[in-house]
């Protein structure tokens, strides 16, 4: 994906289709920091949802739903972008204690409320 066009909020998206597509090489190329292109450690998760809350200049603020071992996950991150030689990457985030709350529609993409979904198992 060529990411010289991206926005923030656009690199966020495509950042987190890696992850799904455990693409190692594209995070670390997206970056700013030194990290390992080894997936391994997210071979147990099923990535579900992102949904971008809120994006302005070089902060993009989301949540990324996933499963793993059964239970439904929450990823919430303020996520700040450097633009480095034209091109915007990832430099750092602040991450939030937030819980999927029981009356959302459930991440899994049944429809129904988290509390009757997988809330209950």
């Known amino acids: 994906m060529n990411t010289q066009k991206l926005t923030p ?18 995070l670390q190329d997206t ?7 080894d997936m ?3 071979e147990n998760i099923e990535w579900l949802k992102l949904d971008i809350l809120e994006a ?5 603020e989301f949540k990324a739903y ?3 071992d ?3 996950q929450l990823l919430h991150e303020k996520s700040f972008f450097s633009e480095v030689d034209g091109v915007w990457k990832y430099s750092d985030g602040e991450l ?12 899994c993409g049944s429809g129904k409320k988290y509390k009757k979904c997988c809330m209950k198992v």
């Open 56 to 60: 302005y200049e070089n902060i993009v």
């Open 70 to 72: 059964n239970t439904l």
């Open 40 to 42: 391994a450690v997210y």
């Open 96 to 107: 939030f204690n937030t819980q999927i709350q029981r009356n959302e529609t459930c991440p």
């Open 9 to 26: 909020s656009q690199l966020m998206q495509s950042r987190y289709d890696a992850f799904v597509r455990m693409d190692g090489q594209y």
């Open 66 to 68: 996933y499963r793993e």
């Open 31 to 37: 970056t700013t920091l030194d990290v390992s292109t």
